[in-house]
């Protein structure tokens, strides 16, 4: 099967080809970074009307570096959910009016549940059953995965997600947007001793996950300074600790509370290295496997979206010709 994937949930457009023998054929993306930046964050109207004018285009830029045509095509995986409504509706539209032209099934897609899989498309695959952490702008989650569509939310955010959390931050110190990169980069020249910030939540049982207060603290911490370049970098530089060890201290936890000795992290903010090296090191403490995907399958992309439709489309699921997307989709409602 060759299945044409589609990624709009936000910011991003991604398209790819997967085949399910051959594994990954071509994926490109389209990042609108440079057209929110003035704004200092998305631009919902702005975001539709980019992926209205990049999705066709890229699609048949994809087919070509694939180097097959349209009519290969056996199916399209489309992002239906969570994300921003307009965007979402240019790629399930756009993915759902190709199907029907080319009278092939289309599939929605969860997009967390893309990244979730977005390990899968490595060599090394994490076998069933395993944790998940996934980290992005707009989740936080802790989710204990049985098999594919066998989903159990052990925790998450109960206010800004991690991502969210770097952006605000970034944006208090003046880094400008995308925050959360930039945010890492100043984090390199602080002094990791100067400050100690709170690690929310893990004086508490429980997985779920609060960054408000950690935001608060260190809007606290900053008017507390001159605002100097150092200063800036010594408190970003705590404030990435701090969230990298919260998010190990829970990791760890839910390792043990579940038994498991597998643990996937994907999602944009997966990236930061700060957090990879502390969860590398404390699942080499408890024995556990650790999984990323490539950085570039870190953030939003197509590959992701085509490899979970894939296996979808395989076990006989296709949507019907109503298109419908939802803005707000818990992971644990998939079947």
């Given at each position: ?56 285009p ?8 694939a ?55 490595e ?25 594919i ?9 109960l ?10 931050t ?109 969860l ?39 949507e ?16």
């Amino acid at each position: 099967m060759y299945i044409l994937g589609i990624e709009t949930s936000c910011d991003e457009t991604g398209v790819a080809i997967y085949h399910s023998k051959k594994g990954l054929l071509s994926h490109h993306l389209h990042s609108q970074a440079s057209l929110h930046s003035e704004y200092g964050g998305v631009v919902p109207e702005l975001a539709s009307r980019d992926h209205i004018r990049k999705l066709i285009p890229l699609v048949k830029k994809t087919l070509h570096t694939a180097a097959i045509r349209s009519k290969d095509i056996t199916g399209i995986a489309y992002t239906a959910g969570p994300g921003l409504a307009g965007a979402l509706l240019v790629g399930a539209a756009t993915a759902r009016s190709l199907a029907w032209t080319w009278k092939i099934p289309a599939v929605a897609v969860h997009h967390m549940e893309g990244h979730l899989l977005a390990p899968m498309l490595e060599s090394e695959q994490p076998a069933f059953p395993f944790l998940a952490l996934l980290i992005s702008g707009g989740h936080t989650l802790l989710v204990q995965v049985s098999a594919i569509g066998q989903y159990q939310q052990l925790g998450e955010s109960l206010d800004d997600a991690a991502g969210e959390a770097f952006d605000k931050t970034a944006k208090m110190l003046e880094l400008g947007y995308p925050g959360g990169p930039r945010l890492a980069d100043l984090a390199l020249q602080g002094n990791a001793k100067r400050f100690h910030f709170p690690r929310p939540m893990t004086d508490r049982p429980g997985l779920d996950f609060s960054f408000s207060g950690l935001k608060t603290y260190t809007m606290n911490t900053l008017a507390a300074t001159s605002k100097s370049a150092q200063d800036k970098a010594d408190i970003a530089c705590a404030f990435q600790l701090a969230v990298a060890e919260t998010l190990t201290l829970k990791c760890r936890r839910a390792i043990r509370q579940t038994g498991l000795k597998r643990l996937v992290i994907a999602g944009g903010v997966s990236a930061n290295l700060q957090i990879r090296e502390s969860l590398t090191r404390m699942c080499h403490r408890e024995n556990t496997e650790l999984f990323f995907p490539r950085l570039e399958f870190c953030t939003d992309n197509g590959a992701m979206i085509a490899y979970a439709g894939c296996q979808r489309l395989l076990a006989g699921q296709q949507e019907t010709l109503e298109i419908t997307i939802k803005a707000r989709w818990p992971i644990d409602s998939l079947q």
